[in-house]
């Protein structure tokens, strides 16, 4: 079973920000929250991760919640380029069996 | 660095018939690991290695094989194909199985008539 719940789709303008949610309310202290994404017919992308703290890199900024129960991917500008689906991944570092459960992900459709 | 690179990129296999996915990497890498990508889902964990020698299963192994001899390739066995195989199948590295981001290859679909 997935242990992320994400909307099943978004949409955004172009240039616009964009913020997508997953709850992940059974995480352990053990698991990082990593966020991938897959453009068509390609293999899934990383786009950032983190623990406790917010994060950001060049591709997008991650927020997460005092609690860990959910956290939010945030592009910035959004483009037409971004348009995927993204998945938010729990990356357990005691089982790695159970690494990187794929749930269905967000489908974000950008609108120019 | 050609980072993960996967062959073939399509293949056909009648019922019953086997065949191997190719996996390498160039990263030097330690961990390696199989998913399969159903239409309209996400990714599911076939196996993984967490270095040469060293191999375990994901949530869905049955029907596959692995093996890791080198820390560069990684191939997927099928041992007798079955339609319900037929699938995206995509391979992944990262530097450790600790927290660190993953590198896809291109992937294989794979049909199985």
């Known amino acids: 079973d997935a242990k992320t719940t994400q909307p099943n789709s978004m949409e955004s303008n172009e240039e616009e920000p964009v913020h997508l949610p997953c709850n992940h309310s059974?995480?352990?202290?053990?698991?990082?929250i990593h966020w991938y994404r897959q453009l068509p017919s390609q293999g899934p992308e990383y786009v950032i991760h983190g623990l406790t703290s917010n994060v950001n890199n060049r591709m997008a900024s991650l927020a997460i919640a005092e609690d860990r129960k959910s956290s939010t991917l945030i592009l910035h500008r959004a483009t037409l380029r971004d348009a995927a689906v993204y998945y938010c991944i729990l990356r357990a570092l005691d089982n790695y069996g159970q690494n990187f459960v794929f749930g269905p992900g967000t489908r974000l459709s950008v609108l120019p | 660095n050609a980072g993960v690179t996967q062959t073939p990129k399509f293949q056909v296999l009648k019922t019953g018939q086997s065949m191997t996915l190719q996996c390498a990497q160039d990263m030097n890498h330690e961990y390696m690991s199989w998913y399969r990508q159903d239409p309209g889902m996400g990714l599911r964990l076939i196996h993984y290695?967490?270095?040469?020698?060293?191999?375990d299963q994901g949530e869905v192994p049955n029907g596959y094989n692995v093996s890791r001899s080198t820390t560069e390739d990684f191939p997927l066995r099928l041992l007798s194909a079955a339609p319900s195989q037929t699938s995206v199948y995509f391979c992944?590295?990262?530097?450790?199985?600790?927290?660190?981001?993953?590198?896809f290859g291109p992937g294989t679909r794979l049909t199985v008539t």
């Open positions: 290695s967490v270095g040469a020698g060293i191999t």
């Open positions: 992944a590295s990262s530097y450790s199985a600790g927290d660190y981001e993953q590198y």
């Open positions: 059974t995480i352990s202290g053990t698991d990082y």
